[in-house]
């Protein structure tokens, strides 16, 4: 069964940084897209940043563009997420996702990791 | 930005048939897909390309895509349906947006 395992989740300052990780098995991870998909407490389901396979096209959602930053190992099946200058609001579960779509850009997202959680807080 | 909009909530009696929709501007010209996340759990995708069904999930659930709304519909709801349900869909504006989620209730 295909598998997505996100780790790095932590209680972090305001301010502060963190790398979420997502170990990717049983499917060949170099050729697929991958997202970043979080989820506040209580709340809907927020995109944050999409990656392409050979890592040459990448998007981010406003929200955290020039704070985030997406990157993958091929060669580890890993994908990652740098989060950097946190704030309360990036409080959320991360899930990483893999992209079914075999295009430029993103499409639908199947399957979907458990989730790691981020907490922003002093 | 580009908006998709979804009923907070739509019950259901058990057996019968839940539609719960999503609107946009010219989400008709857009590829939509579904997804069901119950509490405590990751999303699943029920729906893609509007009406394509993923390998595991039942044929009771179905999608359809017309002018500004799509629509997730199941037919004979059954209790393990209850979940909360997301549309999401691509734009070149925005990139990838979800609507706001609609809780379906089974009663």
């Known amino acids: 069964e295909v598998q997505l395992v996100e780790s790095g989740g932590g209680l972090v300052q305001p301010g502060g940084s963190l790398r979420l990780s997502c170990a990717a098995s049983r499917f060949t991870f170099s050729t697929y897209n991958m997202n970043w998909v979080r989820q506040a407490p209580g709340k809907g389901l927020e995109w944050i940043s999409y990656?392409?396979?050979?890592?040459?096209?990448?998007y981010y959602a406003d929200s955290v563009k020039g704070r985030f930053t997406i990157s993958r190992d091929n060669a580890k099946n890993s994908l990652y997420l740098q989060m950097n200058s946190l704030r309360a609001e990036d409080t959320a579960v991360y899930y990483c996702?893999?992209?079914?779509?075999?295009?430029?850009?993103?499409?639908?997202?199947?399957?979907w990791g458990q989730g790691t959680l981020v907490t922003v807080s002093s | 930005s580009y908006e998709l909009t979804q009923a907070p909530s739509v019950s259901v009696s058990p057996g019968q048939t839940a539609s719960i929709t999503c609107s946009g501007d010219?989400?008709?010209?857009?590829?939509a897909c579904w997804y069901q996340q119950k509490p405590g759990q990751s999303p699943v995708l029920v729906i893609y390309?509007?009406?394509k069904r993923p390998s595991g999930i039942p044929e009771r659930f179905s999608g359809s895509n017309s002018g500004n709304t799509v629509t997730l519909t199941i037919s004979g709801t059954q209790a393990m349906d209850e979940a909360d349900y997301y549309c999401q869909a691509w734009d070149s504006s925005t990139h990838v947006v979800f609507g706001g989620g609609t809780k379906l209730t089974v009663l």
């Open positions: 996702a893999r992209d079914l779509y075999s295009s430029t850009y993103p499409g639908w997202f199947d399957p």
């Open positions: 390309q509007d009406t």
């Open positions: 990656i392409s396979t050979s890592s040459s096209t990448i």
């Open positions: 010219k989400l008709g010209d857009k590829y």
